[in-house]
């Protein structure tokens, strides 16, 4: 199954808001923090160019007010175009000013998540990893643990959203198997996630300037196609009439 990626940053989001759709901007109305309006605006704004080029739609303003990205009852996003479904599934992410989208283009279960390797405490450990999880983590050398956990706790997060539950379901229902933990690699590599209620989600996870990204989904997704957007709007002429 593919999945397409893709990533963007706060510099690429436009200060007007003339894209949104009509119930986003009534959405973004309602958001008091400048930094919840900033995650959610750029998050709109990846998941919009990611659905022009995956449903060959010109990027242009015109064509993006005309999809409307919705909160299911779960909190999942749930891609609309003219009122109706797009045919997608997709997962957002946002952290230190970047996005990620991940779609497919059917209807699947999938999660993706983006996380900084930082240093986290032994406390965090213990409140939110499952012995399996932690008794890798005390074997890997000291210099990747923080990439480690990172990458466990993005496979979770990741599977979480798969599920449709986010984190209202105890991290430790989830269990990470990244099989190969070697930080040394380029691109892709694969991992998979055992929900304790009977579901598996295969995915796959990759490290770059310090960004732990992950992607799960079932059925078992093949390694995500990155996806190249225009650097300018097209002129989209009648289609967007």
Known sequence: MNVYWLEQTEADVPIENDWLSENEASSLNRLRFAKRRADWRLGRWTAKHALSVCLDLPA???????????????????????????GVTISLSHRSGVAACA?????????????????????????????EEQALVARAPASDRPRLLALLW?????ALKALGTGLRLDTRFVVVDPF??????????????RYTGGAVF??????????????????????????????????????CA
């Open 154 to 158: 993005s496979g979770k997060e990741s």
């Open 60 to 86: 242009h303003p015109e064509i993006f007010k005309k999809m409307d990205i919705r909160p299911a009852q779960s909190g999942a996003p749930e891609a609309f175009f003219v009122n109706r479904p797009a």
């Open 180 to 193: 190969n933990a070697s930080f040394d690699l380029n691109g892709w590599s694969s991992l998979r996630v």
């Open 202 to 239: 295969h995915g796959w996870w990759q490290l770059s300037n310090n960004m732990l990204r992950t992607v799960v989904a079932s059925p078992r997704p093949d390694s995500p196609i990155p996806l190249t957007i225009p650097a300018h709007f097209f002129d989209c002429a009648s289609q």
């Open 103 to 131: 779609v497919a283009l059917s209807d699947v279960e999938i999660g993706c998540d983006l996380e900084i390797v930082e240093p986290r405490s032994d406390a965090f450990v213990a409140d939110y990893f499952t012995s």
